[in-house]
């Protein structure tokens, strides 16, 4: 400016310039100002220009990434080659298994893949649907798959929070993700799960789409499906769930672990508190119903799944050669001897036992079909591990194959510490009793008289009998520890069972089976029908006055006890008990790495028959029928008590000489005097011995 002011007094006159200085001073800065202001203005032109263009280029970037979107979730475009519906994978009645009880009535209902048991939208009450809709997705009724109002609430929440805390799928996207996808965090599953449920919801309707939600499912504890969680939770179809149980199961389901009712009750309770709240926001509730469900003590029965279930659908897998899937797909009926009433006592007798600190399995055979009344758990996971038998095994390790080698039940041992070539087995508690019978010996459950018969029988001989009865061994099951149940892998529940109700059939074995497999197409004799029936009679006795006394008073029932444990623990705790008609097998399990008390053995295993008996679901008013090939003998009480060898007592000997033994016709004693061998004794010895 000051240039300018220069160049100008060259063409202006001195005084002019002097007397209108100022003035000139000012109008340059007046034009100073004009040309700023227009600069200024030209500039906001400009930027204002630029905003524009920069907003409108904004503007269709987003238009053309919601056009992308819309298109990538469109369920007729597949432009980046997602997943199409398969409508085979959701839960239908046409993937039913239907499971009919002794009496031909379904058990609960039809159950369909992994052993969920099916409910039907319209045999539910109406608030029970309605509460998992009041929590998970409240407009399911007017979105078409995809809640975009859910989607951006939700995106304003977590960009307030800094965090991804808040999710927005539906009802049908969950559907979706459960039976179609997997649980990776991508933006390409995200985008298949969003058009996948687009699709659904153009196939199925929404009660359709519900009643699939509501079978598929998650509660925790491996259940899946809401008849079960009903089953397992509360003991009851989820048919007749309350307003209160219906909430709670509908709050577990955010989070299994967080909202367990066994492990996080307060925090279910308080989201159930919260799903009521929201029912009766949304008009699912009235007033009276809404104050109710807050008052109501919900009662959950203790974690469970259905054993019996669970064994019956592996079986068939097995049998069908199969997957489950594909069983499922076959749509079969299993008729069963599975006996809800036996089952529903089983339960309630476990759940009396809550001092075992481990597993526990009542296990219940029909004798007579080998069918499986009852396979009942304390636990959510699916049971049939090997373990070691323990004294349970002796039966068959030791015992059978004695007396098929010429024992007979008064046959003494000497009950003492003994050294077996180097090993050296220990009585419980150390307890010895000297001579004791073959039949006391097993009564008591005498490791030394155990290891004795299996020693004498020899090894091979005692695997063949007990592999008869259906016990497996491994190659390295050749010590004389197996007649207190050394094996490397020991063996099943199952196994174990039917051994012993192949002796409550008179040594004849047939396969067990959760299911009615028609005609028997396998059957063999064990061991002879007079063995079995010394055993059956020896282990009454055990029942009556022996390690399973627990059950004395309870009818007529023979039983064995067994206990596998060191000083820090126990591992294993059984008792096998059998009637004529059904056998009954009790295990209790530490669970790895862990141990049951020391004070819990076998004869607490004793409770849960007893209770059974007592209270009537298992029979024992029925006798034993006993073969003609065994028979009561007098024997010489005096011999046997000062030399511990057993003979028929001689025709003259006096009264209080003698005592009643129960004898194998094809193993009888002699007589002492041989002089005194009458006409019967010639006639058997040398006529009917073959």
């Known amino acids: 400016m000051s240039s300018f002011l220069c160049c100008l007094a060259i063409f202006v006159p001195r005084d002019f310039i002097v007397t209108d200085y100022h003035y000139i001073l000012l109008s ?3 034009i100073k100002d004009v040309v700023r202001q227009n600069t200024i203005h030209v500039k906001l032109k400009k930027s204002v220009k630029i905003t524009i263009i920069v907003l409108s280029i904004f503007i269709a970037l987003i238009a053309i990434a919601v056009g992308t979107f819309f298109l990538i979730i469109s369920p007729h475009v597949n432009m980046l ?14 993937r039913t298994v239907t499971i009919l009880d002794k009496d031909g009535q379904p058990i609960d209902s039809a159950f369909y893949d992994h052993n969920k048991i099916y409910v039907r939208l319209e045999d539910l009450p109406d608030y029970t649907p309605k509460a998992f809709v009041a929590i998970e997705d409240k407009r399911f009724y007017s979105h078409g798959g995809v809640d975009y109002k859910r989607i951006a609430g939700a995106a304003f929440s977590n960009i307030k929070s800094g965090s991804f805390r808040e999710g927005a799928s539906t009802i049908t996207q969950q559907l979706i993700k459960n039976t179609h996808l997997s649980n990776e965090k991508t933006i390409k599953r995200k985008l298949s799960e969003m058009r996948l449920a687009r699709q659904l919801e153009q196939v199925y309707d929404k009660d359709q789409i519900l009643e699939s939600y509501l079978n598929i499912l998650y509660f925790g504890y491996g259940i899946h499906g809401l008849g079960t969680a009903s089953r397992v939770m509360f003991n009851k179809p989820a048919t007749e769930l309350t307003v209160a149980q219906s909430a709670a199961l509908a709050s577990i389901i955010n989070n299994p672990s967080r909202y367990s009712p066994y492990t996080n009750r307060e925090n279910l309770d308080k989201r159930t508190k919260t799903v009521l709240k929201l029912m009766h926001e949304q008009h699912y509730l009235d007033d009276e119903q809404y104050e109710n469900a807050i008052n109501e003590q919900i009662e959950f029965c203790k974690n469970r799944r ?9 079986s068939a897998c097995a049998e069908y050669k199969c997957s489950e899937k594909e069983l499922f797909l076959r749509n079969p009926t299993f008729k ?11 339960r309630k007798a476990i759940d009396e036992m809550s001092d075992i600190n481990g597993y526990i399995r009542v296990f219940v055979l029909d004798n007579l079909s080998g069918g499986i009344v009852c396979d009942e758990t304390n636990t959510n996971k699916f049971i049939d591990m090997r373990r070691s038998p323990a004294s349970a095994i002796k039966p068959f390790i030791s015992y059978a194959p004695a007396l ?9 041992i000497v009950d003492a510490p003994t050294d077996f070539d180097g090993y050296s087995p220990r009585n419980y508690k150390s307890i010895y009793r000297g001579y004791q019978s073959v039949r006391e010996c097993l009564i008591r459950s005498s490791n030394i008289a155990a290891v004795t018969l299996l020693n004498d029988v020899g090894i091979p001989k005692a695997k063949s009998t007990a592999e008869r009865f259906g016990i497996e061994f491994e190659n390295g099951d050749n010590t004389l520890a197996l007649a207190l149940g050394g094996m490397e892998k020991g063996v099943t529940l199952a196994e174990l069972a039917n051994a012993y109700r192949t002796l409550a059939n008179g040594g004849i074995f047939t396969p067990i089976s959760y299911f009615d497999r028609g005609e028997q197409a396998y059957k063999k ?9 010394l055993l059956t009679d020896m282990l009454r006795d055990c029942a009556t006055t022996g390690t399973a006394k627990k ?7 023979a039983a064995k006890t067994g206990t596998n444990g060191d000083e820090n623990g126990n591992y294993d705790c059984y008792c096998i008990a059998y009637t004529p008609q059904n056998t009954i097998a009790i295990w209790f ?3 790895p790495n862990s141990y049951i008390d020391n004070s819990i053995t076998g004869a607490a295993c004793c409770n849960i028959i007893k209770n059974l008996c007592d209270t009537g679901v298992i029979r024992t008013d029925f006798e034993f029928d006993m073969p003609n090939s065994v028979a009561y003998y007098e024997v010489d009480d005096k011999a046997l008590r000062e030399s511990h060898e057993v003979y028929l007592a001689d025709p003259f000997l006096p009264k209080r000489y003698r005592r009643r033994e129960l004898f194998s016709k094809k193993n009888l004693p002699i007589r002492k005097n041989i002089d005194y061998i009458d006409f019967f004794d010639r006639r058997y010895w040398f006529g009917n011995r073959a």
């Open 28 to 30: 340059c800065c007046y």
């Open 589 to 591: 399990g530490a669970k």
């Open 336 to 346: 069963t001897a599975y006996d809800p009433t036996v089952s529903e006592a089983a």
């Open 551 to 557: 059950l004395s008073g309870s009818g007529i029932i």
């Open 81 to 94: 080659k997602l997943p199409n519906l398969d409508l085979s994978r959701l839960t239908s009645y046409d």
């Open 525 to 533: 004799r064990a061991i002879r029908d007079d063995i079995a029936y």
């Open 306 to 314: 259905n054993q019996f279930i669970n064994g019956l659908i592996k």
């Open 404 to 412: 098929e080698n010429g024992y007979t039940p008064l046959t003494q």
